[in-house]
């Protein structure tokens, strides 16, 4: 096709889901966490698969095949997908778009030919029993699929080769969240006659051969279920093949609908939502119906579980490096020789006059397999939304000129240490769900011990600062520049990490001396105080005397200084005489009061009591709300309630 009265198009606009701003966040953070999850599901499945030896066969091996081909398919889409809920101008070239087309449809064809092979798996399996050796041998599963991947890369090949030299001289805009075929063909200037025609011939062979095979084989596997004398055989036989059949309905209602119909029929809005369905939500309802619904997957899963030495390497890495500063009088050689000693789980260590288990064991939540799954994957969608959450403000406060002020400085330092306040905990806590990890040196027990409330503590003084630096702002608004100075706020920001830090040396130095010599089992999912300082058997009066101090002072301190602030606050703010005006200057710190209830509130029944045994399980589900659930409501708070924030998102998205 010729181009010479043709001006062509460079790059393309994804026009994704319009709407206002909210709903563009609600649609990213939904996408971000059925995307991770999805990559989550499919990488366990792969790699239960080739860890358990019991499920090397051709029916796990096209399955592993199926999770890997996910993991591509929906990353081939959703990236772009996210960025057009981020951005409202997001671009991509033509050879960029042409390559996107072709990968999806090319892996969605090698899907398509998967689930038909698998059929025909199973439909040998349950047919012909005593030859399904034979027939489908591990040489012959692994022709199979090597067939699949090809004949998926080579159907659309011919449609790609024809697009790629079409013309495309304007509109830009691409009314969807990836180049899918109609799209594309309706921002053409070329004739796309043949190019429609021929996507819609190989689409249509591809889906309706796969599926005919598909639906041949499972009549061929009803009938024979159906011969079968007893009830329980029948159930047995057909629970093979259930959740196999399960995601064939799903994938096959999704694509016969979008692709297998005359092109003049495609319409925009109702092809994007059907493509999240076969994008984004196909792709992680895949590996939750093979292990909820497959009985040797559940029991490959349970064997995982049940294995003591995965994520034990961070913690011999950890020893490493800590060493010297935790034995700083040993010389090089008995150093090495304790470290050994260590790792070999070999005779027990001392430190002052006690001794000193070598493990301690996290109990966690104790309870069934399936509770200790959904707090893992509840866990896990809460620490990644607050990384993503707390670091899409430090970008934002970072690059975004109207945030560079005094206020926003502090609440970058906030979401600075919610990530690693979280990090300190969260891991641990998702490891012992998953029973892989339970137990943790007393080095690495004291290490994560002193982070969390070193960090802790910090998060009570630059609450303070934040709250402060408001006063300031509202109280005195034409002296706040000269008071609360570029200086100022560094000095600010320094001094809590600073007192912070210097907070919880004591009470770490005084449980370092304790001695433990009964049970090991920490009532907890991290090394807080209180149900490890109970497992002690020498005196811990005086841990329990300077950490109630030490809470006492900081968290009275800071609130003290927060209250005072808000009063003063309050009283300026009650003088305007407008409402508009009062309304005004309240909502300059609506979202850092609402982040101070939110944690005080937790904290205060936490920390201030005098004994630090009392309602250990409350205790523990009362550190879920703050280790957890509030460092990702931080994020969410000062983007969806503080007005500065959410124009600087809006600018970001409207693009240069």
């Known amino acids: 096709m010729g181009v010479a009265n043709h001006t062509r ?77 981020l951005s409202k101008v997001v671009t991509i070239s033509v050879a960029g778009c042409v390559t996107q087309y072709y990968f999806f449809f090319s892996l969605g064809a090698t899907e398509c030919i998967l689930l038909a092979v698998m059929a025909y798996d199973r439909y040998v399996a349950i047919c012909s029993p005593l030859r399904y050796s034979v027939l489908m041998s591990l040489q012959v599963c ?39 075929s109609d799209p594309i063909f309706k921002l053409s200037c070329s004739d796309t006659f043949l190019v429609e025609a021929l996507g819609y011939t190989c689409s249509s062979v591809v889906i309706l051969s796969s599926f005919l095979l598909t639906i041949s084989s499972y009549g061929n596997i009803v009938a024979t279920v159906v011969r079968l004398s007893s009830r329980q055989a029948r ?5 093979t093949c259930a959740s196999h059949l399960t995601v064939v309905t799903i994938y096959y209602g999704t ?25 984004v939500i196909t792709p992680l309802v895949n590996p939750l119906i093979y292990t909820l619904r497959n009985k040797d997957v559940k029991k490959a899963f349970r064997k995982f579980l049940a294995r003591k030495t995965f994520f034990s390497n961070a913690e011999g890495v950890m020893l490493t490096y800590l060493t010297p500063l935790l034995r700083p009088g040993l010389p090089p050689a008995a150093r090495t020789a304790w470290l050994d000693r260590r790792r070999r789980r070999g005779t027990p260590m001392e430190a002052g006059n006690g001794t000193l288990p070598h493990d301690f064991v996290l109990l966690g939540f104790p309870g069934p397999w399936a509770l200790q799954l959904s707090l893992f994957l509840l866990f896990l969608v809460m620490y990644v939304l607050t990384i993503g959450g707390n670091v899409a403000i430090l970008l934002l406060v970072t690059t975004s000129p109207p945030l560079h002020t ?45 982070l969390v409330f070193s960090l802790g503590c910090t998060e009570y003084f630059l609450l303070a600062a934040m709250a402060y630096d408001r006063y300031l702002a509202i109280c005195y608004p034409l002296h706040y ?23 919880i040396t004591v009470p770490t130095a005084l449980i370092r001396r304790l001695s433990f010599c009964g049970p090991s089992g920490i009532n907890h999912f991290f090394c807080d105080i209180a149900p490890w300082v109970a497992l002690a058997c020498s005196s811990t009066r005086a841990v329990e005397l300077v950490s ?51 944690w005080y509130g937790s904290t205060i029944f936490l920390h201030v009591r005098t004994s630090i045994r009392d ?22 708070i000062y983007t969806l309630r503080n007005k500065e924030v959410r124009e600087s998102l809006l600018r970001r998205r409207k693009g240069p």
């Open 9 to 85: 198009v460079a790059e393309f606009i994804f026009l994704g889901f319009l709407g206002p701003p909210s709903l563009q966040l609600t649609l990213f953070v939904t996408f971000l966490t059925v995307y991770l999850l999805s990559l989550l599901g499919n990488t366990l499945i792969i790699f239960i698969v080739l860890m358990d030896s019991t499920l090397q066969t051709p029916m796990y091996v096209f399955l592993s095949n199926l999770s890997f081909l996910e993991i591509w398919y929906t990353t081939a889409t959703v990236p772009k997908l996210l960025a057009t809920c």
């Open 142 to 180: 692994r022709r199979f699929s090597a067939g699949s991947w090809v004949g998926g890369f080579a159907a659309p090949l011919l449609p790609t080769i024809l697009i790629s030299h079409l013309n495309f001289c304007g509109p830009q805009k691409i009314n969807h969240f990836f180049c899918d």
């Open 406 to 450: 005094p206020m926003y400085f502090f609440l970058a330092n906030l979401s600075f240490l919610e990530i690693w306040y979280t990090t300190a905990a969260v891991p641990k806590a998702l490891a012992v769900l998953l029973g892989r990890s339970r137990s943790i040196s007393f080095t690495g027990c004291l290490l994560q011990m002193y």
């Open 481 to 503: 520049g000269a008071i609360m100075s570029s200086l100022l706020s560094v000095q600010l920001a320094l001094g809590s990490w600073a007192c912070g830090f210097l907070a």
């Open 235 to 239: 159930r047995k036989t057909f629970s």
């Open 255 to 279: 694509i016969i609908f979008a692709y297998v119909r005359p092109p003049a029929k495609y319409n925009f809005t109702i092809g994007k939502v059907i493509s999240v369905f076969y994008c």
């Open 615 to 636: 309602a250990l399980d409350l205790s523990k589900a009362i550190h879920v709300l703050n280790t957890v659930v509030t460092p990702v409501l931080n994020p969410f």
């Open 548 to 598: 109630f101090g030490i809470a006492f002072v900081v968290i009275l301190s800071s609130c003290v200084t927060t209250l005072v602030s808000y009063v003063r606050i309050i009283v300026t703010v009650l003088r305007i005489p407008s409402a508009s005006g009062r309304s005004r200057a309240f909502s300059t710190c609506s979202s850092h009061l609402t982040v101070v209830l939110i």
